[in-house]
């Protein structure tokens, strides 16, 4: 098993990013009004209210699914906190509301809403973006005492960009409401802030610094053993799943010795990653941020006094610098990962150095025939029904009716308010089958 799953990445190349395409969490979505009789959203002091570790929290319930949105896994990551790995939150005494998104991890936003028609059909979703950005969202069913299957959703952007909530497809409502499962997304620290190895610099006190975005992923993966059945789910049975980056960071989270017996499945859609950033280079690149920065060791501590894009803007021109000096293969290298054998470990992973994860069913998935060219063409909003058929001619010829009749079915299963090729839905349905699914 272990040699055929590593043979298997390796033919097919999920590492390499077949499309820059979001799950969508709406599959199961089916378009119907509320039922006029029923309270279509509710919120109040005494509803949706939870217990955590660390205090009572409060959501809303909208369309029959209860909902925690910006849930605290984890301390404020900025100032000497930076660079650490992370801490638990303080707790809190009052009902804290949870209503709406946790802040986006630190991340370049410039001219991010460039082009205006894909930000329209994407409908990107950033909020505040600042340090303290350890939160989690979570959609569940219902507050009872039944142990439902988990799926944590770990999202794209490499290990740069992104967040929990950043398409619509991630939102996790329909998930929930439709497959009887938790649905649970997080942010957690990306790029320079998440993945600057300063050990070889700074000595002990930074030996995490260069995989503190994993660990933060772990952290969390700890909050949902601790914490998920006060909302209805399993503990026992969790998947993780994401794509593009987000698969990455699957099979990653899975070769982390720390994962093990709290990850049970994974799914990897368009995106993994067998081995971590070689620890030297790492390491290098961290000196070349210190010097960026016209530090030394002994001050090396004055990067955690920087503001976020401050260190951002440093971090980069050191990154300019290694790319032309230690040039490396496809989307190896840069912020990411470090096999520092501790967290991660050297070598391959599902192999002898990450044993436990090999034993963890791991579905893979590719997102590449799902992405439309002509997605953001406004010429094609005053297109029929014929007119598709007669689009569709060109590429399969007499059997363009058959591709347009499954079309109108997946529309009408509703996987966003966009046409969506039927294999994203099942795909969709065969993870939720996955995550029901019992292994010994």
């Known amino acids: 098993m272990k ?57 809303y319930i909208l369309n029959s699914t209860y909902t925690f949105l910006g849930v605290p896994y984890g ?10 790995a992370p801490k638990k939150p303080e ?30 059909a994407d409908h990107w979703n950033y909020d505040d973006v600042s340090e303290d950005c350890l939160k989690l969202n979570v959609w569940t069913p219902s507050l009872d005492g039944k142990r439902r299957p988990v799926m944590v959703w770990l999202h794209g952007g490499g290990f740069t960009n992104g967040n929990g909530i950043e398409q619509d497809g991630y939102h996790g409502e329909n998930f929930s409401k439709q497959g009887d499962v938790v649905f649970v997304s997080i ?55 994401g794509q593009s980056g987000g698969g990455a960071k699957v099979t990653c989270a899975m070769a982390m010795p720390a994962s093990k017996g ?16 070689d620890k030297e280079y790492a390491q ?37 610098r290694m790319q ?23 070598g391959e992973f599902f192999s002898e150095t990450s044993p436990h994860a090999s034993a963890v069913p791991l579905m893979v998935c590719t997102t590449f025939h799902e992405w439309n060219p002509t997605r953001t063409n406004a010429e094609l909003e005053k297109i029929d029904w014929a007119g598709v058929t007669e689009q569709l001619k060109g590429r399969f010829g007499d059997k363009s009716e058959v591709v347009q009749h499954a079309e109108k079915a997946n529309a009408q299963i509703g996987t966003f308010g966009f046409c969506r090729p039927i294999s994203r839905t099942q795909k969709t349905k065969r993870a939720y089958f996955f995550a029901h699914a019992r292994t010994n």
């Open 3 to 59: 040699s055929n799953r590593r043979e298997f990445f390796k033919k097919v190349g999920v590492g390499t990013l077949a499309a820059s395409v979001p799950f969508s969490s709406q599959a199961f979505a089916k378009e119907s009004a509320p039922n006029s009789d029923e309270q279509f959203l509710q919120i109040g002091d005494t509803i949706a209210i939870a217990n955590t570790s660390y205090g009572k929290v409060r959501g």
């Open 75 to 84: 301390a404020d990551t900025s100032g000497k906190n930076r660079f650490m």
């Open 91 to 120: 707790p809190w005494n009052d009902v804290k509301p949870t209503i709406w998104w946790g802040n986006t991890a630190p991340q370049i936003m410039d001219n991010r809403y460039a082009n205006v028609h894909y930000s329209f």
């Open 187 to 241: 942010n957690h620290r990306l790029g320079p802030i998440g993945f600057t190895d300063l050990s070889g610099v700074g000595g002990e006190k930074y030996k995490d610094s260069g995989n503190v975005g994993m660990l933060d992923i772990i952290a969390a993966l700890e909050w949902v053993r601790d914490n998920i059945s006060n909302f209805g789910g399993d503990p026992n049975n969790v998947t993780i799943m």
């Open 262 to 277: 709290i990850v049970h499945k994974g799914v990897a859609l368009s995106g993994s990653m067998l081995t971590a950033n």
């Open 284 to 320: 290098n690149l961290g000196k070349y941020v210190m010097e960026a920065a016209e530090l030394t060791p002994q001050t090396i501590d004055k990067l955690q006094e920087l503001s976020w894009r401050e260190y951002l803007d440093v971090a980069y021109v050191a990154l300019e």
């Open 324 to 346: 032309k000096e230690y040039p490396q293969p496809g989307f190896r290298g840069g912020f990411g990962p470090v096999a520092d054998d501790i967290h991660i470990p050297k």
